[in-house]
Every structure is written in structure tokens, then in C-alpha cells.
Nanobody
Framework: QVQLVESGGGLVQTGGSLNLSCATS????????VAWFRQAPGKQRELVAL???????NYADSVKGRFTISRDAAKDTVHLQMNSLKPEDTGVYYC????????????WGQGTQVTVSS
């Protein structure tokens, strides 16, 4: 089992920044990918950014150049630094983990709300 706990969400004005954290515990050595998803009201959940064990990353086009995913190995925590926030970044942000040998994300956090006011 892998446990994921998100934190760092909140209310911020357009152009502001937030740093989300995803604390991982349990069988973290089995984790191949950690990703951030978001879900806006009335919309489907979408992938925002992911980081593989080999440190390679991918970003949604809508956040490239503004968001950065990184890992603090000492604390087993994955961060999502979000800069130049826009109202369309509003939503619930979820951390998810995929284990080696799996094709999908089988562990999810509870989510943290991000609201960007215009």
C-alpha cells in the first residue's frame, strides 16, 4: 500500500503562486510515477504534471512554463510549484501514484482545493 496526503491548497489572486505538497508513505519504493491531477467543477479530471522515478517529467500544455513538479527525496514528498496562476487553474488537485508494472494510477490522495480569484 502507498499513502498520499496533499497539502498547500488555498485561495490566491490571479498571478499569484502556490506550492502543493504530496507526502508519500508505505511502499514508496514500488512507485514508478507520481502525478498531479486536477478537477474543475463540471469538468473531467485532467493530468497536470507527472514525475517518473528516473526524474523525467511531463506537463499539460496549459501549465508548461508556469508549474514545476519536483521531489524532496529526504521527505518522500512531491511538490507542485504553481506560478502565474490563472482563474482556469481553479479546481481540486489530487496526487496519484502508479507502481512499477501497472498501467494506471492505483493510489490517490484526498485532494486539496485551489481557488484562483480574478
Amino acid at each position: 500500500q502507498v499513502q498520499l496526503v496533499e497539502s498547500g491548497g488555498g485561495l490566491v489572486q490571479t498571478g499569484g503562486s502556490l506550492n502543493l505538497s504530496c507526502a508519500t508513505s508505505g511502499r514508496v519504493f514500488h512507485v514508478y510515477v507520481v502525478a498531479w491531477f486536477r478537477q474543475a467543477p463540471g469538468k473531467q479530471r485532467e493530468l497536470v504534471a507527472l514525475r517518473r522515478r528516473d526524474e523525467s517529467t511531463n506537463y499539460a500544455d496549459s501549465v508548461k512554463g508556469r508549474f514545476t513538479i519536483s521531489r524532496d527525496a529526504a521527505k518522500d514528498t512531491v511538490h507542485l510549484q504553481m506560478n502565474s496562476l490563472k482563474p482556469e487553474d481553479t479546481g481540486v488537485y489530487y496526487c496519484a501514484a502508479m507502481e512499477f508494472g501497472n498501467s494506471g494510477y492505483n493510489y490517490w490522495g484526498q485532494g486539496t482545493q485551489v481557488t484562483v480569484s480574478s
